[in-house]
C-alpha cells in the first residue's frame, strides 16, 4: 500500500523548514540562545531564541495532536525545558518524529477520505488536515526569519 502523496509532500517540507532552523541554531552559541533579544515583546515566547524555539516544539506536538486525534484521544501536552541548543535540536527531531507518528493509518487514506476532517483549533481557526500542515511548515518559517532577524540586530 502507497502513502497518500499530499501528506508525504507535506511533511517532507516540514521536514525541511526544521532542517533549516535547526541549521541556525548549529551556528550560535548557547549564551547566544538565551539571550533576551526583544525586552519590549509582550508575548513571552519571543523574547528569545530559546523561546522561540520551544514555542516552536510546543506548536508542533499541538498540531501533531490534532492530528493525532483522528485516530485516537491521546493529547500530548509539551512542557519540557530546553534551556541548551542541543537540547533544542534533540527535541525538534523528537517533535517531527511524534508528527509522523500521528498519522497512524491515514497515511494510506485517499485525499477524499481525508478532505473529512477539520479541526478547530483552540485559537480558534478551523483547519482541514492540509492547511494544518501548511500552517505548521508556514509556522516554522516565520520564526526562523525572526530568529534571523534577531541575529542581525546588535544588542
Not at 532552523?21 to 533576551?36: A, G, H, T, V
Not at 508542533?60 to 493525532?68: E, K, P, S, V
Not at 534571523?148 to 544588542?155: C, P
Request: hydrophobic letters at 35%.
Amino acid at each position: 500500500m502507497k502513502k497518500n502523496e499530499m501528506l508525504t509532500a507535506l511533511v517532507e517540507e516540514y521536514e525541511r523548514a526544521v532542517v533549516d532552523y535547526k541549521k541556525i541554531l548549529k551556528n550560535i552559541s548557547n549564551e547566544e540562545f538565551n539571550l533576551i533579544r526583544d525586552k519590549e515583546a509582550t508575548d513571552p515566547d519571543c523574547k528569545s531564541i530559546q523561546t522561540v524555539s520551544f514555542h516552536i516544539i510546543q506548536f508542533g506536538y499541538t498540531y501533531a495532536n490534532y492530528i493525532q486525534s483522528i485516530s485516537t484521544k491521546g493529547w500530548l501536552k509539551y512542557n519540557k525545558k530546553i534551556d541548551l541548543i542541543d537540547t533544542a535540536i534533540e527535541e525538534v527531531d523528537k517533535m517531527m518524529v511524534y508528527t509522523k507518528e500521528s498519522f497512524h493509518e491515514n497515511w494510506y487514506k485517499t485525499n477524499k477520505e481525508l478532505e473529512k476532517y477539520s479541526f478547530k483549533t483552540r485559537w480558534n481557526v478551523t483547519y482541514d488536515l492540509e492547511q494544518l500542515l501548511e500552517h505548521a511548515i508556514v509556522h516554522i518559517l516565520r520564526h526562523r526569519r525572526q530568529v534571523e532577524n534577531f541575529l542581525k540586530k546588535e544588542i
